[in-house]
């Protein structure tokens, strides 16, 4: 019954590899994001797709690409993971692309590169 | 500046005190205005939208000033349950793409 999910919820992996995590909601919303929150607990959104179509884009590095198969489906793959990539990262959910909303999280991924 | 800036804390009250945070915010064309909670370890949570006129859910009120771009949250009778991060967090004018602008979060230990 979980409204927004995210798998894994604890990642550790040495530096160099490639890994995804993967977010799936069931509330019927149309936009999805991905927001990575770091070790000072400062969160910052870095994509946000509606209805499959990307429409924020941060300034991430191009290591990370997301991937929304459908608009129930958000994932995140991260190439040659580094150091400072180690954060927790939230997947949300929100009705609309615009206007007064609420978004909701996922539980998080603790992701942990060594 | 920050687009959002919260004082870090911690705010260390006893149960059943009145506490209060503020955050300040850079952009006057800001939309809306909100409180989320987290607690350690989790996600955060809607706790509150903040409206001009104020509003008030139980325990919680929320101010907004907008000619001075800042927003409140008091707490009154804290329970220990309280204890968690208050994050304040606000989105972009209308014309630009939608988003949640979080701070920092404000850190509330309320003890017995």
């Known amino acids: 019954d979980t409204a927004v999910s995210q798998t894994p919820k604890y990642l550790v992996t040495q530096m160099g590899n490639d890994k995804s995590i993967k977010c799936e909601q069931n509330l019927g919303h149309d936009t999805m994001y991905w927001y990575k929150q770091d070790s000072k607990k400062f969160l910052k959104i870095m994509f946000s797709?509606?209805?499959?179509?990307?429409?924020i884009n941060e300034t991430v590095p191009n290591r990370f690409s997301p991937k929304s198969p459908d608009k129930a489906h958000l994932n995140l793959h991260i190439n040659s993971l580094e150091l400072g990539d180690s954060a927790v990262y939230f997947c949300a959910s929100s009705p609309l692309a615009r206007g007064v909303d609420i978004q909701y999280f996922g539980a998080g991924t603790r992701l942990s590169v060594l | 500046r920050k687009e959002v800036e919260q004082d870090p804390g911690p705010f260390n009250v006893p149960e059943g005190a009145t506490v209060a945070f503020n955050c300040t915010y850079s952009?006057?064309?800001?939309?809306?205005f909100f409180w989320y909670r987290q607690d350690c370890r989790k996600e955060p949570k809607l706790l509150m939208s903040?409206?001009?006129s104020g509003n008030e859910d139980g325990r919680f009120t929320a101010q907004l000033n907008r000619a001075s771009q800042y927003i409140s949250l008091l707490i009154r009778d804290s329970k220990l349950s309280d204890s968690a991060t208050y994050l304040c967090v606000v989105t972009p004018p209308m014309d630009s793409s939608y988003k949640l602008i979080f701070g920092s979060g404000t850190r509330l230990l309320v003890r017995p």
């Open positions: 952009n006057s064309a800001s939309q809306s």
């Open positions: 797709y509606n209805n499959k179509e990307l429409i």
């Open positions: 903040v409206y001009s």
